[in-house]
Every structure is written in structure tokens, then in C-alpha cells.
T-cell receptor, first 113, second 115 residues
Framework: GGIITQTPKFLIGQEGQKLTLKCQQNFNHDTMYWYRQDSGKGLRLIYYSITENDLQKGDLSEGYDASREKKSSFSLTVTSAQKNEMAVFLC????????????FGPGTRLTVL | AQKVTQTQTSISVMEKTTVTMDCVYETQDSSYFLFWYKQTASGEIVFLIRQDSYKKENATVGHYSLNFQKPKSSIGLIITATQIEDSAVYFCAMREGQGGRALIFGTGTTVSVSP
């Protein structure tokens, strides 16, 4: 087994501010993901990384940057926080070679004032 | 284009009964993987069960089972002997092909289990 940790749990920022969310996993998984979940909605992909130093854009990548510093960590930066970005950001990881189910962290709840 | 659709927004059932929820998907790939996840009231997302497209047998894990109807592009989740703690939002998801691709999620079905 393993665990995914996300920091911070709650993030409050000002409109226009640059904000960074961090994710760590100890599953030894190759692939890591960032999703955004708006209230009462499903999950939408922002970025994913197949391996260290790899970055792939998801459908929601505009306004975000990502960084895969090492195999176990994946960071997401909101480049300029907007009021309509109040959401929960979820990090996940999975094996690259299978099985392919993803395991999720507890999330970071972003509030923009 | 890939798409996952859950048309049931909410279902209410009595404890110890069976609940079934629907999911249909669209894909051009001949190989794909289907998943069900549970999101609890605390926001935690838990992987429940997986169906590989090339397998004819319906997957079963504990009191979760799947109804995989490939010709209809349908993957239903069945929960038997429901418990209060099964109250949650259930998401269907699909992953195409090989490699490190992400999941496409449905919008979720809220299940409420009453005593």
C-alpha cells in the first residue's frame, strides 16, 4: 500500500496571486495527475506526468503550470488566481504499466478572495 | 472523442437492499479500462473496482459487482446488502489504451442509504 499527501489542505489566496500546491506519493508510481473538482461536479484533468521531468496538458491546463521535480512529487501552480477558480484540487498517481487504477490524495481546497 | 455519462443524479435506498447505478461510455479504442470510485462526505476518493474491456467476466470485489455490457458501451455498478456507510457519490471513469493516460470521469451519482 501507499499514501498520497497534499499540501496545504486549505489554500486562501488573493485574486491575481500565484499559488502553488504540492503532492507527494510513496506508491513508487510512475504517473501522477492533477484534477480539479468544482462543487457538485466531476473531476477534470489539468496536467499529468508519465515520468520524472515529463509534463502533459489536460483539458483544463490554461492558467496552470506543473512541475514533476522527482518521481514521488508533483506540483501545480495557479499562475494568476481568479475568483471562479474556487475548487478542490486533487492529486492522483498510478502505475504506468498496470494495473491502471489511480489513487487519490485528500485534496487541496482553494478559496480566492 | 471519449465521454463518460452517468444519467442518474441521485438514488435513495433502504439499508440491506441492492442498488444499481448506470454508466455509459464512448471510445474509439478497442482496448480500455473502466473504473468505479466512491467519494465520501469528507471528500476522500476511493477506488472500488475495475473492468478491463477484453475480459468477458463481470468484475466483483466484496459487495461491489459490475454489469459490463460491451455492445451497449455500458458498465453498471451493483452494490448488494447496502450499509449506511455506502452513502456517497459514485463516479464512473474510463481510461483508454496503454501508457500513462488520465481518466475521463462521469458526473457522479449520489447514493443515500437510509436505516
Amino acid at each position: 500500500g501507499g499514501i498520497i499527501t497534499q499540501t496545504p489542505k486549505f489554500l486562501i489566496g488573493q485574486e491575481g496571486q500565484k499559488l502553488t500546491l504540492k503532492c507527494q506519493q510513496n506508491f513508487n508510481h510512475d504517473t501522477m495527475y492533477w484534477y480539479r473538482q468544482d462543487s457538485g461536479k466531476g473531476l477534470r484533468l489539468i496536467y499529468y506526468s508519465i515520468t520524472e521531468n515529463d509534463l502533459q496538458k489536460g483539458d483544463l491546463s490554461e492558467g496552470y503550470d506543473a512541475s514533476r521535480e522527482k518521481k514521488s512529487s508533483f506540483s501545480l501552480t495557479v499562475t494568476s488566481a481568479q475568483k471562479n477558480e474556487m475548487a478542490v484540487f486533487l492529486c492522483a498517481s498510478s502505475s504506468r504499466t498496470g494495473p491502471y487504477e489511480q489513487y487519490f490524495g485528500p485534496g487541496t481546497r482553494l478559496t480566492v478572495l | 472523442a471519449q465521454k463518460v455519462t452517468q444519467t442518474q443524479t441521485s438514488i435513495s435506498v433502504m439499508e440491506k437492499t441492492t442498488v444499481t447505478m448506470d454508466c455509459v461510455y464512448e471510445t474509439q479504442d478497442s482496448s480500455y479500462f473502466l473504473f468505479w470510485y466512491k467519494q465520501t462526505a469528507s471528500g476522500e476518493i476511493v477506488f472500488l473496482i475495475r473492468q478491463d474491456s477484453y475480459k468477458k467476466e463481470n468484475a466483483t470485489v466484496g459487495h461491489y459487482s459490475l454489469n459490463f455490457q460491451k455492445p451497449k458501451s455500458s458498465i453498471g455498478l451493483i452494490i448488494t446488502a447496502t450499509q449506511i456507510e455506502d452513502s456517497a457519490v459514485y463516479f464512473c471513469a474510463m481510461r483508454e489504451g496503454q501508457g500513462g493516460r488520465a481518466l475521463i470521469f462521469g458526473t457522479g451519482t449520489t447514493v443515500s442509504v437510509s436505516p
